[in-house]
């Protein structure tokens, strides 16, 4: 079944472009100090050939990576897929680097929340554990080209048409 995108999920998605970015933000640096050390020899036609040659260079690996998302954020549409809860378990865990030596103090506690369906982990939050039992319904968001998972949320009831 298909949805509209919320302003929620293009956000999230926008935020997932950011790897794509810094790679070829990486690229980039390499390829303007090379412009930099061409027009430092006073060579600006070779300078002008790789300052160009860099900025084309980054586009393209910028979109390859994030084709799938930027493809997502156009469509406006969302996959819902009903899965239901197999088990939920509650682990207690521990922040890393909260702990002193010097202080004798120990890593703070926090609790990880998960439910397993199909055979996989997910890791969900306090409301949306509590809220759900085994057995119960969920509704998995998924963007379609780049499959990421938007959100989980429990089915509550299905209307006439077959929405949510």
């Known amino acids: 079944m298909k949805a509209k995108l919320t302003d929620e999920d293009i956000k999230f998605l926008k935020y997932e472009l950011r790897p794509g970015l810094l790679f070829a933000l990486f690229f980039a640096v390499f390829g303007i100090a090379g412009s930099v050390l061409y027009y430092a020899d006073k060579d600006i036609n070779s300078a002008t050939f790789v300052f160009l040659g860099t900025m084309v260079f980054c586009s393209m690996v910028y979109f390859l990576i994030n084709r799938n998302k930027l493809a997502d954020i156009s469509n406006k549409e969302k996959l819902l897929e009903i899965k239901v809860l197999e088990?939920?378990?509650l682990r207690k865990d521990w922040e890393v680097g909260s702990?002193?030596?010097?202080?004798?103090q120990g890593m703070k506690p926090f609790d990880l929340y998960n439910f397993f369906i199909d055979g996989v982990k997910y890791t969900v939050d306090k409301e949306l554990y509590e809220a759900c039992d085994a057995g119960n319904e969920?509704?998995?968001h998924i963007a379609p080209k780049s499959g990421h998972l938007l959100k989980i949320e429990k089915r509550?009831?299905?209307s006439d048409n077959g929405s949510f």
């Open 138 to 140: 969920l509704v998995f």
């Open 87 to 89: 088990k939920k378990s």
């Open 99 to 104: 702990g002193s030596v010097a202080n004798y």
């Open 156 to 158: 509550t009831s299905v």
